[in-house]
């Protein structure tokens, strides 16, 4: 990786990290170029930690984190604000303004965008996630689902290369799933890579190329969406289920990974 080739390029990690007694991550090797990327795996396996190193709110213990071509593991997360945004899985831990707009605005001025820039960018991106007309209200009179869309603006205001989301699905009814994978696709087309930590099965499989499967703080298996929903032996062990789709069109008695409802409808 240079730095030459910016945007689509890569987060990429590979090491150790220990918590006191066991490592919490161990063995990873991996690298991201472009592609959205779907991250799944049950609770406590480990990727909330993974995507905080990506960020440098961890430092690993061994091992480097290379981003842009540059090795991040003694570099804060203010260092690379600009670089790497990281929607939280819980919208409570990110939001600390009382306005909507103040907590949009406070990234992008964090990071150096002029005022006016700041302002327009926080504006359509309230007005992407469909919260313009709530900017001047308080975060904590609206409803957790449009607190976690809050946290998604506040990060796509500050226009980083790398836009990871922790769980974003949770909580979201069809508009804002709709609305979330709309953006996602936007990011992508714009050049970004996106990493996306999801419980949602059906949202891996409509919105995600290539999944990536932790258990037990290792990477189970990275590649193709198709390929990570056809193996059940991989499945079991990481304890995640195929998609609804996936399993309705296997009852059915389809041969393959159907992952979308244009493919089971074509069958
Ligand atoms: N701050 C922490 N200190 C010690 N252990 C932690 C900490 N945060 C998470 N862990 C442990 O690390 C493992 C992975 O957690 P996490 O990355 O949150 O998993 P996931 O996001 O996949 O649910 C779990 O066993 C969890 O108990
Ligand atoms: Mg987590």
């Given at each position: 990786m240079t730095s030459a080739s910016l945007k689509r390029e890569s987060a990429s990690w590979s090491g150790l990290v220990f918590s006191l007694e066991a490592p919490i991550l161990q063995g990873i090797n991996v690298?991201?170029?472009g592609e959205p990327t779907a991250i799944i795996g049950q609770n406590g396996a480990g990727k909330t930690t993974f995507v905080k190193l990506l960020k440098a709110l961890l430092?690993?213990?061994?091992?480097?984190i290379i981003i842009n071509g540059k090795n991040i593991k003694n570099t804060t997360a203010a260092k690379i604000a600009s670089t790497v945004g990281l929607v939280f899985q819980n919208p409570n831990d990110q939001i600390f303004k009382n306005n909507v707009l103040d907590e949009v605005?406070?990234?992008?001025?964090?990071?150096?965008?002029?005022?006016?820039?700041?302002?327009?960018?926080?504006?359509?991106?309230?007005d992407l996630v469909g919260l313009l007309d709530k900017a001047g209200e308080n975060p904590y009179d609206l409803s957790l689902a449009e607190r976690k869309m809050i946290a998604v603006a506040s990060i796509l205001a500050m226009d980083t290369d790398i836009v990871i989301f922790d769980e974003p699905t949770m909580g979201q009814?069809?508009?804002?799933?709709?609305?979330?994978?709309?953006?996602?696709?936007?990011?992508?087309?714009?050049?970004?890579?996106?990493?996306?930590?999801?419980h949602d099965m059906d949202f891996v499989a409509e919105t995600f190329g290539r999944t990536v499967i932790f258990s037990n703080g290792k990477l189970l298996y990275d590649g193709p969406t198709r390929q990570a929903f056809a193996g059940q032996a991989i499945l079991d062990t990481a304890r995640v289920e195929q998609p609804h789709l996936t399993q309705?069109?296997?009852?059915?008695?389809y041969d393959g990974v159907l992952l979308k409802l244009e493919e089971l409808i074509k069958r």
């Open positions: 690298t991201f170029r430092k690993p213990s061994s091992g480097d605005l406070f990234g992008p001025l964090n990071i150096g965008q002029a005022p006016e820039v700041a302002r327009a960018n926080a504006e359509i991106m309230l009814d069809a508009r804002g799933k709709k609305k979330l994978k709309e953006i996602i696709r936007e990011l992508y087309a714009q050049g970004k890579l996106v990493l996306c930590i999801l309705l069109a296997c009852k059915m008695g």
